[in-house]
């Protein structure tokens, strides 16, 4: 079955703008979570949702948001972008939450 | 505050020998752990992962061990392959409740051929 699809898979913007980033999870599962990793910083916690509720938040600034559809596809939202936004944005998907989490590729977001 | 950490930023290692990354946590209702395998451009990968009921899990040459009391894991490969090199997360979560899967820093593995 297909895995986790992130689309896009490369972003350039510019300071101040804002983006959408998509996630599509694995057929049947429920939860889906979102992370930022940067260089040195590991995989960052942004949030998890699980049938369109927003179960867990991570420590990130109001300026990144997310969303859940009744197909369980997330949207991830990040407004008035800055410079330290740039960094490897993963969505991963499980059947429920805390089960074994299925990556995607990433998108890749360059703010310039 | 980094309830997971992976103290070791690299690890290098001859091929055929045994890789051992290791990985520190602090919340005590942790009781599931993972390691994860990232390349360049993809996402992390399921490797194995761990109970607390359990202090050693093994899967072909990947093993890992759990050591409550001091609040450690580590991840042993044997014997090392070259495309075991990446970049290995661990994880850690309260499996009975609400918790999300809490990543530590990673570890960059490279086997040297």
């Known amino acids: 079955k297909a895995g986790v699809t992130q689309t896009p898979r490369y972003l350039i913007k510019t300071r101040g703008q804002q983006v959408t980033l998509s996630c599509s999870p694995i057929?049947?599962?429920?939860?889906v979570s979102w992370y930022q990793q940067t260089p040195g910083q590991g995989l960052q916690f942004l949030f998890e949702y699980f049938s369109e509720t927003q179960r867990n938040k991570g420590n990130f600034p109001g300026r990144f948001s997310g969303r859940q559809f009744s197909n369980s596809r997330s949207e991830m939202n990040v407004s008035t972008l800055e410079l330290g936004d740039s960094a490897l944005y993963l969505c991963?998907?499980?059947?429920?939450?805390?089960?074994?989490?299925?990556f995607g590729q990433g998108t890749r977001l360059t703010v310039v | 505050d980094q309830q997971v950490k992976q103290n070791s930023p690299s690890l290098s290692v001859q091929e055929g020998r045994i890789s051992i990354l290791n990985c520190d946590y602090t919340?005590?209702?942790?009781?599931?752990f993972l390691w994860y395998k990232k390349y360049p451009a993809e996402g992390p990968t399921f490797l194995i992962s761990?109970?607390?009921?359990?202090d050693k899990n093994e899967d072909g040459r990947f093993t890992v061990f759990l050591n409550k009391s001091a609040k450690h894991l580590s991840l042993h490969i044997v014997p090392s392959q070259p495309g075991d090199s990446a970049v290995y997360f661990c994880a850690a979560t309260a499996s009975g409740g609400n918790e999300k899967l809490t990543f530590g820093t990673g570890t960059r593995l490279t086997i040297i051929p």
């Open positions: 991963a998907s499980s059947l429920q939450l805390t089960t074994e989490a299925f």
């Open positions: 057929s049947g599962h429920r939860s």
């Open positions: 761990i109970s607390s009921i359990k």
């Open positions: 919340n005590s209702m942790f009781d599931y």
